[in-house]
């Protein structure tokens, strides 16, 4: 099983940009799926999550300007961001509660960092 993200770049401030986490691999059933985020010396920090019914849940820091959404037919979860800042340039990363098989119990997984970059 592994995550794969994409959708990082380079973004005026103000502008948008839409990361995408993909599960693939040997998987029975993708579960609670989210958007973390580093900065380079600090701790890693929650941004949003989604359940697979769709209960999404935002951190305050970026509450009216990310949004995140999945789609369970893709095992894939999104996370849309609005109104840039330059305090938005980390590194992000996608996670997953994934359970391989059906006797398998749920497990975390990590994606690989994407980093977002805004210029002022």
């Known amino acids: 099983v592994q995550l794969q993200a994409s959708g990082g770049g380079l973004v005026q401030a103000g502008g948008s940009l839409r990361l995408s986490c993909a599960a693939s691999g040997t998987i029975f059933r993708v579960g609670y799926m989210g958007w973390y985020r580093q900065a380079s010396g600090k701790q890693r920090e929650f941004v949003a999550g989604?359940?697979?019914?769709?209960?999404?849940t935002v951190a305050d820091s970026v509450k009216g300007r990310f949004t995140i959404s999945r789609d369970n037919t893709k095992n894939t979860v999104y996370l849309q961001m609005n109104s840039l800042k330059p305090e938005d340039i980390v590194g992000y990363y996608c996670n997953a509660n994934i359970i391989a098989t059906p006797a398998g119990r749920p497990l975390p997984y990590w994606g690989q960092g994407t980093q977002v970059t805004v210029s002022s």
């Open positions: 989604i359940t697979s019914a769709g209960d999404a």
